[in-house]
């Protein structure tokens, strides 16, 4: 299917290998962070998230890194395959009494790993 | 967490018609917004689509051009009026449960105006 990655930076990495994404969010209010893969041809698909009060998160073989100091999430994954190629969005939200607060999205990074 | 059913999955429509998009959830849901997704960009959100009232839309969207229906809390439509080229986009539909605040989001409308 057509790409939704076609004017966004560009992560090559080896399979089998770490990848780094990095993020740069914008409101130092934000209180949560989740990370998005999109697939082709898909809707964006919950990855990890995070909380303010953390700085670190791990899941299978991703790890959420979070430095509120200088604004900057990132994600690594471990191991890279080929089936994580696909754009990941970092998302903000800020802090809020409950319920819905809106959800502001990053600009987004294509992920190529090489066989 | 939700599955969403979104159709048409993809159109291509004549300049100045209209196309109205269904979101469809498995379950009641909190939250319902409608996103564009231009080619190569990050998701927009154009609105919140309100059970029982008018949908609340982001500065730059309208109601006129994205009229957003929402009967009860399993459905909501998206209609994009008067078409030209420049709405040629992806919509996705995306839903959170109270206090889930892991969105879910459908697979996404690729809309061509022509």
């Known amino acids: 299917g057509e790409s939704v990655g076609l004017h966004l930076p560009t992560l090559s990495v080896q399979e089998g290998d770490n990848s780094i994404i990095n993020c740069a969010y914008s409101?130092?209010?934000?209180?949560?962070f989740i990370w998005y893969k999109q697939e082709s041809g898909k809707g964006p698909q919950f990855i990890i998230d995070?909380?303010?009060?953390?700085d670190k998160r791990q899941g299978q073989r991703v790890t959420v890194l979070l430095n509120k100091t200088v604004k900057h999430l990132s994600l690594q994954i471990a191991a890279t395959q080929p089936g994580d190629s696909a754009v990941y969005f970092c998302?903000?939200?800020?802090?809020?009494?409950?319920?819905?607060?809106?959800?502001?999205f990053g600009t987004g990074t294509k992920l190529q790993v090489i066989p | 967490s939700a599955v969403i059913s979104q159709k048409p999955s993809r159109d291509i429509c004549q300049r100045g018609t209209s196309l109205t998009i269904q979101c469809q959830v498995d379950?009641?849901?909190?939250?319902m917004f409608w996103y564009r997704q231009q080619p190569g960009q990050s998701l927009t959100l154009i609105a919140t689509?309100?059970?029982?009232?008018?949908?609340?839309?982001e500065s730059g969207f309208v109601i006129d051009k994205f009229p957003i229906s929402r009967p009860n809390l399993t459905f909501s439509t998206l209609t994009v009026s008067n078409m030209s080229p420049e709405d040629s986009s992806i919509y996705l539909c995306?839903?959170?449960?109270?206090?889930?605040?892991?969105?879910?989001f459908g697979s996404g409308t690729r809309l061509t105006v022509v």
């Open positions: 995306s839903v959170s449960g109270q206090l889930n605040y892991g969105y879910t």
């Open positions: 409101n130092s209010a934000s209180d949560y």
């Open positions: 995070i909380r303010s009060n953390m």
């Open positions: 998302a903000e939200l800020p802090q809020g009494s409950g319920g819905y607060q809106k959800v502001t």
């Open positions: 379950s009641q849901v909190t939250m």
């Open positions: 689509a309100n059970q029982g009232s008018e949908a609340t839309y």
